[in-house]
């Protein structure tokens, strides 16, 4: 278990500003999300905590320790990559074995509890004698987080873990990490992804970045209900929010009205009027878009299978206490 | 053990009757093959069939074509010697020549791929890191890969000349040397010399396989191997040299079948060397200098059957894959 702490971490590659001063505070225990669009620097922040990246200036620190330069081997850390990374040549025993087998002092006996308790908390102990390229792309994931696990790490990497898993997978793997989570609650975990959900669904907390820089730190709902940028609210929730503007905003005294589609009501006496362009019917829920004269058509979100025809004229109205204003600068007014 | 349902090889019964795309695609395989059969039977196939008809005829220059089947009379063939009653073997199988020529050949061919092999990774490996200017360094590498035999030989044996060579000249003027040395002509460094101009010659190539098959290896493992804490050392044996071993054993074999017939830098650094001659030059001296076209015939087609001897042995015991990947 380690906090860490991140005090004006800056990162260059050649010209190329990537991190631009970031200060961060990751408690002990804590399941921290680091979301953010491509190019943001997300994945660049956790190479830079995991070691493989040298920070070009300020400090990072595990438990108060300046770990600059330390080894990546030498800060307690696991790290599970997003092609899996695993060694093809060796079997699966042998990828989540080959990092104790090379620590001194550790007896064979030892190793294998390790490997074996590892393996049965993600259920691969029957593929233990395969070889990478006999398993599956979701079993695979599995093993490199068992090669993690094996390591009994203080800090847990995790980069875009599940972006090359499909759809069910990405929730059933989701839902063992958040489990493991469970399971390891004295181990740290950082975790990259761009999407949203998994942020969402798995973080004590998120970190919001944008263009090297953090936008917001909060809990899931606090950045739900409270973003602190029009970036952070179109980011977080789906479908995104809508950002009203013109006129239907000057009614509210903002630049911008952030509504968020499930924030919206159909009713015959709804404030603005638009037309249905088109529909998209989950079953739980239906998304209908509406020409609104904005930049972007205007999700509305209402819940089980409804039928709204394309070109059909439609009134909503927003839930007045859970409207987001934004000043010409795109922060909140509260 | 395992229970359930996985991507293991589950082997499909071979269907009797093939769908006609199967047909089509063989039958188009075996048109777009054909052009390729033909020129092979011609230039390899005919002339090799051609050699070893020779070797078991008394064929010479200037009567090819009149030649007549003798059997085996050119590998070993014996006589009783009436007076004595001792028997006299005779033959290429007991031509002291010829076995100086093979243990020459193969004594040059272990030294000079073991070292292209060593000396080729670690260029391969210094040409993967990343560094400035690697694309300049890669081409440039390669030069001595492009210069024809020939002229490096001939460049060599004037740098190893024993009165103007450089070689002596900077041995000497360093204190290396106290007398110039002849290198290419004594029967003591004649065998050396080959195998550095050779080495210097095919190092790019083995270098250049060797980099194409360290560039399949995806970076990440390294990374991973990082945070596993494997010493860089440690990375090589138990990581690069398993994962490129697919990729260097087909260079190997590249290598050797080269070097098993080597000729053209022999026959021009150290002409008429008993210390350097190998199967292809005294296969060559047989059929075209000594007028013994038949024996030369022998000699190449033993030489062909020393050659797929090793490569057979290879493939089996290094299960060589030549469809890329590991195995």
Redo the contacts between chains.
């Keep these: 278990m380690a906090s860490i702490e991140l005090r004006n971490v800056r990162k260059s590659f050649g010209l190329v500003d990537v991190i631009k001063g970031v200060d961060l505070e990751v408690r002990k225990g804590e399941f921290m999300v680091f979301v953010g669009p491509s190019g943001c620097g997300k994945s660049t922040l956790l190479r830079l905590i ?1 070691g ?1 990246e040298d920070i070009t200036s300020g400090e990072m620190l595990f438990d108060g320790q300046v770990v600059n330069h330390l ?4 800060r307690g ?3 599970v ?1 997003q ?1 899996y ?5 060796m079997t699966v025993y042998e990828n989540m074995a ?2 104790l087998t ?2 001194k002092g550790k007896d064979k006996d030892e190793i294998r509890r390790r490997v074996e308790k590892a393996a049965d908390m993600l259920q691969i102990r ?2 233990l ?1 395969r070889l990478p390229k ?3 792309g979701g079993q695979r994931q599995r093993v490199a987080i068992g ?1 993690a696990i094996t ?1 009994d790490p203080r800090v847990f990497l995790f980069d875009e873990p599940l972006s090359n898993l499909d759809a069910a997978l990405r929730v059933a793997t989701r839902i063992e990490i958040a489990k493991l989570h469970e399971e390891m609650d004295n181990v740290t975990m950082i975790y990259v992804t761009h999407d949203q959900v998994e942020a969402m669904t798995l973080a004590d907390r998120i970190c919001v970045l944008r263009d090297g820089l953090v936008e917001q730190v909060g809990t899931p709902m606090e950045l739900y209900e409270r973003p602190d940028s029009i970036f952070v609210a179109g980011f977080i929730g789906s479908p995104k929010m809508n950002f009203i503007t013109g006129e239907k905003a000057d009614r509210f005294s903002c630049n911008t009205l952030g509504v968020r589609g499930e924030h919206m009501q159909v009713r015959d006496d709804g404030i603005w009027e638009g037309t249905v362009i088109h529909t998209e019917n989950l079953g739980a829920d239906t998304y209908i878009y509406l020409e609104m004269g904005q930049e972007e058509p205007v999700v509305v979100r209402l819940e089980g299978a409804q039928d709204y025809p394309s070109g059909s004229t439609v009134r909503v109205s927003p839930d007045e206490s859970k409207l987001h204003r934004f000043d010409a600068s795109g922060k909140p007014m509260r | 053990m395992a229970t359930e349902a996985m991507v293991s090889p589950v082997r499909t019964p071979v269907r009797a009757v093939r769908s006609e795309l199967t047909q089509q695609r063989a039958r188009a395989a075996r048109w777009f093959l054909l052009p390729m059969m033909i020129a092979l039977l011609v230039v390899a196939g005919w002339p090799l069939l051609r050699s070893i008809w020779f070797s078991f005829t008394d064929a010479s220059l200037n009567n090819l074509y009149g030649a007549e089947w003798i059997g085996l009379g050119n590998y070993l063939r014996w006589q009783v010697l009436e007076s004595s009653g001792t028997v006299r073997y005779r033959g290429l199988l007991v031509d002291p020549a010829w076995w100086n020529a093979v243990w020459n050949t193969v004594r040059f061919a272990f030294w000079s791929v073991l070292w292209e092999t060593v000396l080729g990774m670690i260029v391969a490996l210094v040409l993967n890191a990343e560094f400035r200017g690697r694309g300049i360094v890669r081409a440039a590498i390669l030069i001595p890969w492009a210069i024809p035999t020939i002229v490096s030989a001939k460049m060599w044996s004037w740098m190893l000349n024993d009165q103007f060579g450089i070689l002596n000249d900077l041995g000497m003027r360093l204190g290396l040397l106290s007398q110039k040395v002849a290198w290419t002509a004594s029967a003591e460094t004649a065998m050396t010399a080959v195998l550095v101009v050779d080495i210097w010659k095919t190092t790019p190539f083995m270098a250049l396989l060797i980099l194409a098959g360290l560039q399949m290896i995806p970076k990440d493992i390294y990374e991973a191997a990082e945070i596993d804490g494997v010493h860089p050392v440690k990375q090589f044996f138990k990581i690069t040299l398993p994962l490129v071993r697919p990729a260097l054993m087909v260079a190997i074999i590249f290598r050797v079948l080269d070097a098993l017939r080597i000729f053209d830098l022999i026959y021009v650094l150290t002409p008429n060397s008993d210390a350097t001659k190998t199967m292809s030059v005294v296969a060559r001296e047989n059929l075209f200098d000594f007028d013994n076209f038949a024996y030369g015939s022998a000699q190449s087609t033993l030489l062909f059957l020393i050659i797929a001897l090793f490569t057979t042995l290879y493939i089996w015991l290094g299960r060589v894959n030549f469809d890329g990947g590991s195995r």
């Design positions: 995991s493989l080894a990546p081997s030498k850390i696991a790290m990559f092609s990374a695993l060694y093809p040549h080959f990092g090379l620590e029957q593929y004698d006999q398993l599956s090669r390591r």
